[in-house]
């Protein structure tokens, strides 16, 4: 089923390691992970098995010690930091735990800062903008600056922002993290909106099983390695949440003691 | 673990914090130091009899102020930025006044470490200074610093006081402000709000009104509301600066935002949206910066042309090295003969030579030329042949009609329209007489009088017609001197004061008048010019300051805009755009300023200071830019370490 899409993201081998001679810490001990177009990962795991640092060395943000990494058709392991800024800013989106707005800037500035310096025509833009922030729910918030809106409306406009540029892909990083269970779970519905309707890739990043039953797969990590994957499938979102349970379950860790 | 313990803990873990305010204490202590030792200074306090003493001392005065303000301000920015560890304290459970405590043994600690340091740079670096000032006020010999026990005690006690002051600052900031206060005291900034357009519009418009009315009145400050005009200029031209920075600047950009609908960009977001945030906590500094740059300019510029056209001044009202009349003297020509045969003594060469002439009463004619003088005056006619003959390059052109030189009122005639018409008159008779030309200087060495310079022939149609046998003593000669020599001028000088001495007679000769403007002027050029970079130190480091605090706030910013793929060249750009507002816009306006205050007290020159202006205008500009690429490199170095 999987070979009539195309493969966004591959990625081999990767490993990554910590701190100086004598004392080095393995935090992704070989993971080899495969995206394919339309898909929406969530990466799953307790507080040190790495998920974190995957999503930073997968983003771009931070280098691998080895293994490759093709994103699309471009190796960004091969990469230099130029090549990698200029990758990140036309193919990838980010939305970030504590959202990283720019509290200079209104909603709409910080939406549009992406594709400020890239080749996309102002009126282009501003279409993009208007469908976006239509889907997102945030057009007349436009002119408010962040500290005037909620957290749920700073992390949509945060999302608006990831997806201005047409990206490949979007990684979330803890996303509904700093949000209450209401945002979150409209947050994490148009997410899967945005997923279905328009087709973007996204990795999301959490430690909530019910943020991550709005995924169409989720990778469980467990110190550094892949540990298992489920596939939503058919099956509906509560079904797909047990599961998710269960998994975590077995793999133990804070997250479960918390639920 | 004693709060000592803890003190010194904390010192050792803030010292990124504490370098700034270290930095900032031990300048002060420098300058302070360095100005104290020349203060005392025996060699100093030996020349500097009467007005220079009381220079040094207004200076020090200002200095006082200047440093205390300095660092209470540098401590202000250093306290904001470690109000987090200040509740930190308070919130595991020190009491205020054990956290008061801790503050003050730091504060002193530090005080103490500047003062020793700053004493020891100060005692290395004043014999530069000294022997920069012995140079200006043109003084030769050996000059050997003198350890000042006076000058030490005299920091020390003004630092003393300084550190009560920052103690105080600091008992402030921990009693009155509250934990949370305390700990979101960093993220503070105001939010850009949209102006009130009519009220806005009005007040920006004020401001540059009020601006360009203090400029149009210090083209025309020179009547009898002199000291009024003054003060109303510096007032106007004060408050629209603030009005500009306050409002009409934060109008202008947020008319500009608006205009993007939205499409900031880049660049605008990382210079345009912050300047915007900041603008109205932004706005008294940079007024009180502006203002401060304009002053020192004006300070600096005007002083430096004064140092700069000594010599051509001096020789402006001196056009002979030496002169004896009838005026100054009871037997001009018997001085003259007298000091002549004493050059020759001592083997001096020069030429000698004589200029008639015929005194007249004067007066303008067609009412007042101007509040300040008088509209009669005593005049000499001279030939301009003789003058000549003298050595002097002056031809009159015109047959019938004057030049008029007059050192003393230059500043008010030069800018009357040519050609007037006087009044001459013997008290029998009177004649008009036409000047086509006001000079700048004196045709003879004599102050006292008014020189109408004429052509030859109407120099001899003028005395006939105003000499008769009553009053033949309108008619006196100049015995003009000029030593051939340049290198035996000062020996010549000595000789004329010493028979001046003996024969109890008032005489002044072109060296003695240069060598104590040259003395006046170097040490007043040297005050000014260390008031002016202490000026221009503290201003570019309280821009610098500011700065890093904020690069320290936008950090996350910049972390940020690096994950969405902007490169720290592209985050640079919109960087040091932002700069060039923060710094170019202060100093721009300064200029602005500088430029028509110069312009103003331009009347106090009989020589042209554009030249001397600039090149002091040059050199400020380029130390105060020394500040923004400073701050440039503190921000590269942020956005390249936010990633």
Redesign the interface.
């Known amino acids: 089923m999987m070979d009539q899409y195309k493969t966004v993201l591959h990625a081999q081998n990767i490993r990554k390691s910590y701190g100086t001679r004598g004392n080095v810490q393995e935090v992704l001990k070989g993971i080899d992970l495969r995206v394919m177009e339309g898909e929406f990962v969530g990466i799953m795991g307790a507080s040190g098995a790495g998920k974190t640092t995957l999503l930073n060395v997968l983003a771009t943000i931070d280098r691998t010690t080895e293994g490759s990494i093709l994103i699309g058709d471009s190796d960004i392991s091969k990469m230099k930091d130029r090549e990698l800024s200029a990758f990140r800013r036309d193919k990838l989106g980010f939305i970030f735990q504590d959202y990283n707005l720019l509290d200079t800037l209104t909603v709409k500035e910080n939406i549009l800062l992406p594709v400020s310096l890239g080749k996309m025509k102002k009126r282009v833009a501003e279409d993009q903008f208007n469908s976006i922030a239509d889907i997102l729910g945030i057009k007349e918030l436009a002119d408010k600056y962040p500290h005037e809106i909620s957290g749920g409306q700073k992390q949509r406009t945060s999302a608006a922002r990831a997806l201005i540029n047409k990206p490949s892909m979007v990684f979330a990083d803890e996303p509904t993290g700093a949000l209450d269970s209401k945002s979150a779970s409209s947050l994490l519905g148009t997410l899967e909106d945005v997923n279905k309707q328009r087709g973007v890739t996204i990795m999301m990043v959490t430690h909530d099983p019910v943020a991550s039953s709005y995924c169409s797969r989720v990778v469980f990590l467990k110190d550094g390695n892949i540990y298992s994957e489920l596939y939503r499938g058919d099956k509906t979102r509560q079904a797909f949440f047990q599961e998710i349970l269960k998994v975590q379950g077995v793999l133990g860790g804070d997250s479960v003691d918390a639920l | 673990m004693t709060l000592f313990d803890l003190v010194i803990r904390s010192m050792r873990k803030n010292i990124k914090h504490y370098y700034l305010y270290f930095f900032a204490l031990i300048l002060s202590v420098v300058l302070y130091f360095v100005f104290a030792t020349l203060q005392h200074d025996p060699s100093v306090v030996e020349r500097s009899g009467g007005s220079m003493g009381a220079a040094f001392k207004v200076a020090g005065i200002l200095l006082l102020f200047i440093a205390g303000i300095f660092v209470v301000y540098a401590n202000a920015i250093f306290l904001k930025r470690r109000s987090r560890e200040i509740g930190l304290y308070q919130l595991i459970g020190l009491t205020k006044g054990s956290v008061s405590r801790l503050l003050i043994i730091e504060n002193s600690l530090l005080s103490a470490g500047a003062l020793a340091i700053g004493i020891g740079i100060g005692i290395l670096v004043s014999r530069v200074f000294l022997l920069l000032l012995m140079k200006l006020i043109g003084f030769d010999g050996f000059i050997e610093v003198e350890f000042s026990t006076a000058a030490v005690i005299q920091t020390v006690i003004v630092f003393l006081g300084i550190t009560i002051l920052t103690s105080m600052q600091m008992l402030v900031a921990v009693y009155r402000n509250t934990l949370l206060g305390l700990f979101n005291a960093e993220k503070t900034g105001e939010?850009?709000k949209k102006p009130k357009a009519i009220r806005s519009a009005f007040l920006a418009i004020l401001g540059i009104a009020l601006i360009a009315f203090g400029y149009w009145l210090s083209g025309r400050m020179l009547n009898a509301l002199l000291f009024i005009n003054m003060i109303v200029v510096l007032v106007t031209t004060i408050l629209g600066t603030f009005l500009l920075f306050r409002v009409a600047i934060g109008w202008v950009l947020y008319q500009m935002r608006k205009r993007k609908?939205?499409?900031?960009?880049?660049?605008n977001?990382l210079s345009l949206?912050?300047i915007?945030?900041r603008m109205k906590g932004n706005a008294n500094s940079l007024t009180i910066i502006t203002v401060l740059s304009a002053m020192t300019l004006t300070m600096l510029a005007g002083v430096y042309s004064l140092y700069y056209s000594t010599e051509k001044e001096v020789r402006l009202i001196y056009p002979f090295d030496f002169a004896f009349d009838d005026f100054w003297y009871d037997d001009g020509k018997g001085a003259a003969e007298k000091f002549i045969s004493e050059l020759d003594k001592q083997q001096i060469t020069y030429s000698y030579s004589t200029v008639e002439t015929l005194e007249v009463d004067g007066e303008f004619e067609g009412g007042s030329v101007s509040e300040l003088m008088s509209n009669s005056f005593g005049a000499y006619i001279i030939s301009d042949k003789q003058l000549q003959q003298a050595g002097v390059d002056i031809e009159v052109s015109d047959s019938d009609a004057a030049y008029l030189y007059d050192a003393g009122i230059y500043w008010l005639l030069k800018t009357m329209e040519v050609p007037f018409n006087i009044e001459l008159s013997n008290a029998e008779i009177e004649a008009d007489m036409k000047v086509v030309k006001v000079s700048e200087g004196n045709a003879l060495n004599t102050s006292a009088m008014t020189h109408l310079v004429v052509k030859d022939a109407f120099y001899h149609e003028l005395k006939e017609l105003f000499l008769n046998d009553e009053n033949e003593w309108r008619i006196s000669n100049t015995y003009a001197i000029d030593v051939l020599d340049r290198d035996q001028l000062a020996e010549a000088s000595a000789i004329f004061k010493r028979i001046n001495e003996e024969d109890d007679q008032h005489g002044f000769d072109y060296y003695s008048q240069y060598a104590s403007g040259m003395e006046n002027n170097g040490l007043f050029i040297f005050i000014s010019g260390f008031l002016g970079l202490v000026f221009l130190i503290s201003t570019g480091s309280i821009l610098y300051f500011k700065q890093m605090t904020e690069a320290e706030q936008e950090k996350?910013?910049y972390?940020?805009?690096?994950?969405?793929?902007?490169?720290a060249q592209?985050i640079m750009r919109g960087i040091v755009r932002k700069q060039v507002f923060v710094f170019g816009v202060p100093l721009m306006i300064g200029l602005l300023h500088s430029i028509f205050a110069i312009k103003a007290a331009s009347f106090m020159f009989m020589s042209d200071i554009t030249l001397p202006a600039s090149i002091a205008m040059g050199i400020y500009v380029l130390i105060y830019l020394m500040f923004a690429f400073l701050t440039v490199g503190y921000y590269r170095k942020t956005v390249k370490a936010a990633?």
């Open positions: 939010h850009p609908k939205g499409h900031l960009g880049l660049y977001s949206a912050p915007m945030h996350s910013s972390a940020t805009l690096r994950q969405l793929g902007f490169t592209d990633l």
